[in-house]
């Protein structure tokens, strides 16, 4: 199955950015928030690396420039 990409290269980089700021958030606080931020932020690096959200999907959403 391969997704057509629907995530741009603006929005990858801020989605890697975050995710790895909060992956890093995560490891330094204790409690329940820490297990929210690690999986809001694997979910960011995971959807900026592969290009692809399923909720824009979802939502019609494409922030890929056009060619």
């Known amino acids: 199955m ?3 990409k629907n995530v ?3 929005d990858k980089k801020i ?6 700021v ?3 958030l995560a490891t330094q606080i204790g ?3 820490r297990w929210i931020l690690l999986i809001l932020g694997v979910a ?3 959807t900026g690396l592969f290009q692809f959200c399923g909720l824009y999907n979802l939502f019609g ?3 890929c420039e056009r060619k």
């Open 15 to 20: 989605r890697i950015t975050l995710g790895v």
């Open 61 to 63: 959403v494409n922030t």
């Open 8 to 10: 741009g290269e603006t």
């Open 44 to 46: 960011l690096i995971l």
């Open 31 to 33: 409690a329940w928030p």
């Open 2 to 4: 391969k997704f057509q």
């Open 22 to 24: 909060f992956v890093f």
